[in-house]
């Protein structure tokens, strides 16, 4: 209950949805009981015409809670002093005005209902997704994409569903049982208690027929979790499942967790579905019994049930096994929207590895160095980075070389603090980071990745993205820059042109050409390019080679180069091996020390 009450906190503000909710579903109710209660009455005015003066005399009714029979003495009042034919009419009106107004009521509960629903997940949804986005880049290293994907998308669904259709039977079906029963009593108490004896009965075997649903509800969102994750590797991978011809064995792999998936969501189907069919089977029985002891009493004539009234009490009955299936149905469904809600609260309560402190303060500009004292930094129980320092002076060009494997993406990384180390300080103009806001430094540096990203988009919203007021000519003179423009003009739309998704409408080199252009415009003191050049032919690389080198001369410039000839004229070079500094100066100098560098150009040399 603990994990539904907090899942119900994301309807807030509640009461703007729910008072309005529970006033027309009273309403609703009470036109809904009254049309039943109506059923004696019409069968008095049809069937009992000749004695109805004799029995307006003897058997007028004394008791306030006998409903039924107070609306029967009304209508042979009525027809007396009106006559049979115009009784008739005026209760097909009341029974039309009735139906129109239970109907009204009943479908604005609805939609107040479903009003409470969508703000619910609304609130859900962007609960999650903001927390996601909060989290830290290290955290998306040890989770499956898919399984986040199917919390945001599959199981924040299952939650608000259940969440609100179980407030939704909670509060209506009970109140209306009670109005059904209220109508049964005042017909005949005997009778009622006789015939409720099937609730319990009713409940104790749907409670043991879902008992094990919430067990194979966890693993049914685990096995969808895995599918989707499965399926955007493979989409994610598609060539490279072409290419080594292993379509058969990703259709067989998926085909497994599918008919798992399947299988789990069969039996739990067949479980749910058990708990109706057994309350009306019990239902059922029970009108028989009463219809037995209900027929017996008339034909006996014992007790003062009449035969409009045991057909107004039959047909009551008939209507309380509908709230208690009801009940049933959300119980039996409570188990799934629990567990989801399970694993959206569990990632809601993931906290960020690092945040900014409540006394951080902003950065606005970069006037004097970047400074790594003593930085140890491991994933998991693997040491990356041990012990390294190293100071960037604004303006500089510093490059980081080494075998792969090293640390230098790891390094480079901690920069914009998408990491923090786990022992040792960085410093920001003499600040240490933790005193400043993670935005703030990040805004003063520009990004080129080794993976050269786009999004589903413009090439125009793609270069933006970082700059969205920028204007048609700053977004040009970026992609100019990054020798980008020429190639731009020549695609269907210009800057209009989408890129498709993850730009695979583009060429790789032509995807990082934008890439750089998206870093350029964002015109950040500091420039991190981490093999910026990798993804680009012989001819892009020289045109994008030329443009950082113009670039990266009024800005300060971290660089990972795997051709170590694009990186000879940066101020200091930093060979990293094995997490460590082992070498650092100049091209001359280091190629003077014969050492790690010397050795990484005679072999790229060499492979050249």
């Not at 927390?131 to 924040?156: Q, Y």
């Not at 160095?369 to 003593?374: A, F, N, V, Y």
């Not at 910026?532 to 113009?550: G, R």
């Amino acid at each position: 209950m603990k994990t539904y009450f907090r899942l119900l906190s994301f309807a807030k503000p509640i009461e703007k949805f729910a008072i309005p909710y529970i006033l027309v579903t009273l309403l609703a109710i009470i036109f809904n009981t009254t049309l039943f209660t109506l059923i004696g009455p019409l069968l008095e005015t049809l069937f009992n015409r000749s004695s109805q003066l004799s029995r307006l005399a003897a058997d007028q009714s004394d008791s306030w809670f006998d409903f039924i029979g107070q609306m029967n003495d009304y209508v042979l009042y009525l027809s007396a002093k009106e006559g049979t034919v115009a009784t008739l009419q005026i209760m097909c009106v009341i029974i039309i005005v009735v139906v129109f107004l239970s109907n009204l009521f009943r479908y604005l509960s609805q939609r107040f209902m479903e009003d409470l629903r969508v703000h619910t997940l609304l609130n859900l949804r962007r609960t999650v997704f903001d927390r996601v986005m909060e989290l830290n880049v290290g955290f998306f290293n040890n989770e499956r994409k898919g399984d986040i994907i199917s919390k945001i998308a599959s199981d924040v669904q299952v939650v608000q569903f259940t969440v609100t259709n179980t407030l939704q039977v909670v509060f209506k079906e009970p109140m209306q049982l009670i109005f059904y029963i209220v109508v049964l009593l005042s017909i005949s108490v005997k009778l009622t208690l006789f015939s409720l004896l099937v609730i319990p009965v009713s409940g104790f075997i749907i409670s043991k027929i879902v008992k094990r649903l919430k067990q194979q509800t966890t693993q049914s969102h685990e096995s969808f979790a895995k599918m989707i994750g499965f399926l955007d590797e493979s989409l994610s991978g598609i060539k490279i499942v072409k290419a080594f011809n292993a379509t058969g064995r990703t259709k067989e792999k998926f085909d497994q967790e599918n008919r798992f998936y399947s299988f789990l969501n069969r039996k739990i189907a067949r479980r749910q579905q058990l708990a109706s069919p057994v309350s009306q089977a019990l239902g059922v029985m029970v009108v028989a019994f009463i219809v037995l002891y209900g027929g017996t009493m008339i034909l006996t004539g014992q007790g003062d049930l009449t035969t409009t009234k045991f057909l107004a009490y039959i047909a009551t009955f008939s209507q309380v096994m509908q709230p208690v299936k009801a009940l049933s149905d959300a119980f039996s469904g409570i188990h799934s929207g629990v567990t989801a809600g399970e694993r959206v609260l569990g990632l809601i309560d993931t906290k960020p590895a690092f945040a900014d402190r409540q006394d951080a303060k902003p950065v606005s500009t970069f006037s004097d160095s970047l400074t790594l004292e003593q930085v140890n930094f491991s994933y998991g129980e693997k040491p990356v980075l041990r012990n390294v320092s190293l100071s960037i002076k604004k303006g500089t060009t510093v490059a980081l070389v080494g075998p792969s494997g090293g640390g230098k993406s790891t390094l480079l990384d901690l920069l914009p603090r998408f990491h923090d180390p786990e022992s040792g300080r960085i410093l920001f103009d003499g600040k240490p980071y933790t005193a400043l806001t993670m935005a703030s430094i990040r805004a003063q540096m520009g990004i080129v990745n080794q993976d050269s990203f786009l999004f589903n988009d413009s090439i125009f919203n793609n270069i933006a993205y970082g700059k969205p007021e920028a204007t048609q000519a700053e977004v040009e003179q970026a992609a100019r820059i990054a020798n980008a423009h020429e190639f731009i003009i020549q695609t269907e739309r210009g800057y209009e042109t989408h890129v498709g998704d993850r730009g695979n409408r583009l060429s790789g080199g032509q995807r990082q050409r934008i890439c750089i252009a998206r870093a350029v415009l964002s015109n950040p003191p500091i420039m991190l390019l981490d093999e910026a050049t990798s993804a680009l032919d012989t001819e892009s690389e020289k045109l994008v080679q030329d443009a950082l080198n113009n670039l990266m001369k009024n800005r300060t410039s971290v660089i990972i180069a795997h051709r170590l000839s694009t990186i000879q004229h940066a101020d200091e070079i930093v060979v990293i091996d094995k997490g460590s500094i082992v070498e650092r100066g100049s091209h001359s100098a280091l190629l003077a020390e014969n050492g790690l560098y010397k050795r990484l150009i005679e072999m790229q040399t060499f492979t050249d």
